[in-house]
C-alpha cells in the first residue's frame, strides 16, 4: 500500500497548501458525493482520490483503514448532517417547526440518493454494526428533538413508539419517494409527511391519555389557514357519509 | 468438507427414516428456531447440526453453500409464511380483515424476535442483496394484498406510497416493540396499527381523489361497533376544542 511507484514525484502545490482538517474535510465531501451516486461496494479509493485529484496514497494516508473507514467517517459527517437538520427553535405551530425540519432533511435526501437507499436498505457489504448504530444514533436524535417540541420530558410507550413509528414511516417514505422516481413532488410529499404525523398523533391520542393531553395542546396553537385546518377542512368532506359511525 | 472422520460410523436410525424433503424442512426448522434467538452471525452450522441432533457434515450435505445458503434458505420459508400471513378473504370490513393478517403477523414477530430484528435491521455478515430482495419482496406481496383488498387494479403514486408508508410503519413498530420489551400487548398493538391505516388513508384521501373514493367506500362498510366506530368516537373529545380549525 506504499504506491509511491504511482504517485507524481513531485507533489502539486495543491498537496501542501491544504491544512490537514481542510483535506480530511474535502476527501469526505468526495467520498459522500461518490457514496450518493453509487452503492458503497461501487465506489472505489481509486475513485475518491480521482473525485479529489489526489493521489491514491494520499487519501490512505488520511484513512488507513481503506474504504470501510472512509465509508464509516463519510456516515459520521452525513449523520451529523442530518441531526443539523432537526435543530428548531421551540416557536410557532407545531406543523410549522415539522415542516421546517422536513424540508432540511428532504432536501438531504434529494441530494443523496443512491448512498441513502444503500445505507437503509441494507445489504450494502461496507454495512456492519458500527453503521447501523451511527444511523440509529440519528434515529434517536430525531425522536428526542420531536418528544421536546412535544414538551414531554417522560413520554409513555405510546408516546414514544408514535414518533418513533412516524420516525420510520418518513424513512420509508423517502425510500419509496426515490424509488419512485421522485414523485411526488419535494413540498408535497413534506406536506403529506405533516398530515401523517397529525394523524397518527390523533390516532393514538384515542387511546392513551398523555398523547391526548399532548395532542389537544398541539392543535390549540394551531392557526386556522395552517395545515391541520386545511387538513380537517378537507377530511370533512370524506367522511361525511360515513356519519353511521358516531 | 468431508467429514468422515466426526460422523458415527453407523447413522442412527433417525437418519434413514427421513426423507429428503422431510430433513430439509427439520433442519431449516432448527436454523430458523436459531436465527430467532441470536443474530445470524452468533449461529454455526454446529449449532444448528446440534439443535437437529445431526452431525455436521449431514448438515453440509444439504447446505454445501454452509451458513449462508442455510441462512438464505431459512429466510426464504420464512418469507413464504410472511406471505401466507397476509392471506385474507375478501369479505368483511377492511378493518377485520387487517387485523386478521396483523394477528398472523405480530405472531411470527413475536415468535421470531432475534432474527426479526437482525434481518430488519441490516448490519449482519451474513445479510447480502439477495437476502434484502427476499425481505422486498415480502413487502412487495403485503402491499399487493393490501391493494387487491381495497379493490385498486391501478393504483395512483399517493396510495401506492400510502400502502407501501404503513406497511414501512408496522414493521418499524415490530422492531419498536421488541425493543420495548413487548410493550404494549399484541393485542393492542395491532388495534394501534390498524387505527394507524384508518389515520393515514383518511389523511391521504384529504389530497388524492383516488384515495378518497377508495376511503368513502372501506367507511361505508364499517360497522358502528367496529374499531372505525370506536375510533371515531374516542377522537370526538380530543378535537372538540380545536373547533377554531373548521
Chains 1, 2 share one sequence.
Not at 491544504?18 to 472505489?44: C, I, K, N
Not at 422536513?102 to 445505507?119: I, K, N, P, Q
Not at 419512485?180 to 404525523?197: G, I, N, S, Y
Request: aromatic fraction near 6%.
Amino acid at each position: 500500500m506504499n504506491g509511491s511507484g504511482t504517485a507524481p514525484a513531485v507533489p502539486r502545490p495543491a498537496y501542501r497548501r491544504m491544512g490537514v482538517e481542510q483535506r480530511r474535510t474535502q476527501l469526505l465531501a468526495a467520498a459522500l458525493d461518490l457514496f450518493a451516486q453509487r452503492a458503497p461496494e461501487d465506489v472505489s479509493l481509486d475513485d475518491v482520490a480521482t473525485a479529489a485529484e489526489v493521489s491514491r496514497p494520499l487519501v490512505y494516508r488520511y484513512f488507513p483503514g481503506g474504504k470501510q473507514q472512509l465509508y464509516e467517517a463519510a456516515l459520521r459527517s452525513a449523520a451529523d448532517r442530518l441531526e443539523g437538520c432537526f435543530a428548531e427553535p421551540e416557536t410557532g405551530p407545531l406543523t410549522q417547526r415539522l415542516s421546517h425540519a422536513l424540508d432540511r432533511y428532504l432536501a438531504f435526501v434529494d441530494e443523496h440518493d443512491a448512498g441513502f437507499s444503500a445505507l437503509l436498505q441494507g445489504g450494502s457489504v461496507v454495512e456492519t454494526s458500527r453503521t447501523s448504530a451511527i444511523v440509529d444514533e440519528v434515529r434517536r436524535a430525531a425522536a428526542d428533538q420531536i418528544l421536546r417540541h412535544l414538551g414531554v420530558p417522560e413520554p409513555g410507550v405510546r408516546l414514544r413508539m408514535a414518533v418513533r413509528m412516524w420516525i420510520t414511516a418518513v424513512e420509508g417514505a423517502s425510500l419509496i419517494w426515490l424509488d419512485e422516481d421522485k414523485q411526488p413532488a419535494l413540498d408535497e410529499l413534506r406536506d403529506w409527511l405533516v398530515d401523517h404525523f397529525v394523524a397518527l398523533l390523533t390516532a393514538t391520542a384515542a387511546r392513551d391519555p398523555q398523547t391526548a393531553r399532548v395532542t389537544r395542546a398541539a392543535l390549540g396553537m394551531e392557526p386556522a389557514d395552517g395545515p391541520v385546518g386545511d387538513l380537517a377542512r378537507r377530511v370533512l368532506p370524506v367522511v361525511k357519509d360515513a356519519a353511521h359511525l358516531l
